[in-house]
């Protein structure tokens, strides 16, 4: 074997290994949030992984400009999608105030609510 398939290896056995971590993560912890973590931290971590390694391993450049892609559309979308999932959770009572160290959407909330009303 050489070193860039051994390197490749690595990488994907990562990827492929932070991607289980965040499965589990998903189908174990208690709450939204943490679930919501664990969806976006070690599966974007290792989606980088596994094409990192994907590439190293086809060694084209066509399809390294292609993997590319699929991780900057990944890092692109998994913010927002799971601010998102966040926001409609507080917004349905599915994420406990108590657990927050601070709260700053209520305040917008009740602002954006001040707001309608005076238009009203």
């Keep these: 074997m ?6 490749s290896a690595v990488l994907l056995i990562g990827g492929s290994a932070l991607t289980f971590i965040a499965a589990v ?3 174990r912890f208690p709450d939204l949030l943490s ?5 976006t931290k070690p599966q974007v971590l290792g989606l980088m992984l596994m ?3 994907l590439a ?5 450049s066509q399809v390294t400009w292609k993997l590319t892609l699929v991780v900057a559309f990944q890092l692109i979308t998994a913010p927002v999608s799971a601010h998102m999932v966040g926001r409609a959770g507080y917004r349905t009572h599915k994420v406990d105030p ?3 160290a601070t709260d700053e959407l209520t305040e917008d909330l009740e602002r954006a609510r001040a707001e309608a009303e005076r238009e009203n």
């Design 2 to 7: 050489t070193g860039l398939e051994i390197l």
């Design 98 to 100: 108590e657990h927050l």
């Design 56 to 60: 190293i391993s086809l060694g084209s």
């Design 51 to 53: 094409m990192g390694g």
């Design 35 to 39: 679930r919501m973590h664990a969806a």
């Design 25 to 27: 993560g998903i189908a």
